[in-house]
């Protein structure tokens, strides 16, 4: 699973989401920022798709897609 494009571009125009995460991972907003422009995993965590629906309104299927894989 990868967060999606719209989930990103929502959770960084919302800085209370952006402050959860942070504090929920011990992490600053620019570390969570670079999490972002990553898609950094640990953002398809159970935890952090909590709370990027909490505080975005996405539903699951907004916020995660599957990966795809090249060979």
């Known amino acids: 699973m990868t967060i999606t494009d719209i989930a990103i571009e929502r959770i960084k125009t919302n800085i209370r989401c952006i402050h959860a995460l942070g504090y929920e991972?011990?992490?600053g907003d620019k570390t969570i920022n670079a999490w972002l422009d990553g898609?950094?995993?640990?953002?398809?965590?159970?935890?952090?798709?909590e709370i990027i629906k909490k505080e975005t309104g996405l539903t699951d299927s907004e916020i995660l897609e599957?990966?795809?894989?090249t060979a």
Request: net charge positive; aromatic share 6%.
């Open 39 to 49: 898609k950094n995993i640990v953002l398809t965590t159970p935890t952090a798709v």
């Open 66 to 69: 599957d990966s795809k894989v």
């Open 25 to 27: 991972f011990q992490r």
